[in-house]
């Protein structure tokens, strides 16, 4: 049987090791260009595993990348390049630690619904129903309310992904430019987050960037077929 596992951040080094040992006795490891080669020129692939991890968090590079070296593991890294370019954190990094009821009615009063609408929903899950522009908006409001500053960002630097991608163990990816949800955007928006991600982390690399990862990433609900053909469009493979 083959496998793709996903990661998001990683915080135990030691943990991440034991999970690698285990994978590498049980699969062969493959990289995303011999998932390519079997998608498009029918490579045959038994018992094969491919690492993938969204998002760029610092994590990747301080635990994930260390223990993929030593082990010699080729994975993919799929990246939205605004928070590598500007250090500036996705909105779901931004509030981890915001209280969440608190949170609940600032957005119900930005959506000007009673908080009894938005009751029986995680803040996390109504906020991905909204345009990044209303999301950041939201949390916007809450700083004012609550005198919060922006959190130090999370995330990798540009430096770091230039790096990743000269080592030659690490297939980058782009991940749109600030990680909306693409179907809740225009057709505008959608369109310029998806180019310019892509031509954005191949002006950092200075390499053709070939994949492409839908935030969320659930068909029909994430994103559909006006997606799809605007990466047909761009070379994504």
Same mark, same amino acid.
């Given at each position: 049987?083959?496998?793709?596992?996903?990661? @998001?951040?990683?915080?135990?080094?030691?943990?991440? %090791?034991?999970?690698? +040992?285990?994978?590498?006795?049980?699969?062969?490891?493959?990289?995303?260009?011999? /998932?390519?080669?079997?998608?498009?020129? +029918?490579?045959?692939?038994?018992?094969?595993? @491919?690492?993938?991890?969204?998002?760029?968090?610092?994590? #990747?590079?301080?635990?994930?990348?260390?223990?993929?070296?030593?082990?010699?593991? $080729?994975?993919?890294? =799929?990246? !939205?390049?605004?928070?590598?370019?500007?250090? *500036?954190? #996705?909105? =779901?990094?931004?509030?981890?630690?915001?209280?969440? %009821?608190?949170?609940? &009615?600032?957005?119900?009063? #930005?959506?000007?619904?009673?908080?009894?609408?938005?009751?029986?929903?995680?803040?996390?899950?109504?906020?991905?129903?909204?345009?990044?522009? %209303?999301?950041?908006?939201?949390?916007?409001?809450?700083?004012?309310?609550?005198?919060?500053?922006? +959190?130090?960002?999370?995330?990798?630097?540009?430096?770091?992904?230039?790096?990743?991608?000269?080592?030659?163990?690490?297939?980058? &990816?782009?991940?749109?430019?600030?990680? $909306?949800?693409?179907?809740?955007?225009?057709?505008?928006?959608?369109?310029?987050?998806?180019?310019? !991600?892509?031509?954005? /982390? !191949? %002006?950092?690399? &200075?390499? *053709?960037?070939?994949? =492409?990862?839908? $935030?969320?990433?659930? $068909?029909?609900?994430?994103?559909?077929?006006?997606?799809?053909?605007?990466?047909?469009?761009? &070379?994504?493979?």
């Amino acid at each position: 049987m083959n496998r793709i596992i996903n990661f @998001h951040d990683v915080r135990d080094i030691a943990w991440f %090791e034991r999970i690698i +040992k285990l994978l590498i006795n049980k699969y062969n490891m493959i990289s995303a260009q011999d /998932l390519e080669l079997y998608y498009y020129d +029918k490579k045959k692939l038994r018992n094969s595993c @491919h690492l993938t991890v969204d998002d760029g968090d610092i994590s #990747f590079y301080d635990v994930i990348y260390p223990i993929i070296k030593k082990y010699n593991i $080729p994975v993919s890294l =799929f990246v !939205s390049p605004a928070a590598a370019v500007e250090q *500036k954190n #996705f909105w =779901f990094q931004e509030i981890l630690d915001y209280d969440k %009821e608190k949170l609940k &009615g600032i957005t119900a009063s #930005f959506l000007g619904v009673k908080i009894e609408t938005v009751n029986n929903y995680p803040v996390h899950h109504i906020l991905k129903l909204l345009k990044i522009s %209303e999301i950041w908006e939201i949390i916007k409001m809450y700083r004012a309310r609550f005198n919060i500053e922006p +959190k130090r960002c999370r995330n990798m630097g540009t430096k770091q992904l230039t790096e990743l991608d000269r080592e030659g163990l690490v297939a980058l &990816g782009a991940h749109t430019l600030t990680h $909306p949800i693409l179907l809740n955007e225009n057709d505008i928006d959608a369109e310029y987050e998806i180019v310019r !991600s892509i031509n954005k /982390l !191949s %002006e950092i690399t &200075g390499s *053709k960037i070939k994949y =492409f990862a839908y $935030p969320n990433g659930v $068909p029909g609900l994430d994103f559909g077929k006006r997606e799809i053909d605007i990466l047909q469009k761009s &070379g994504i493979k």
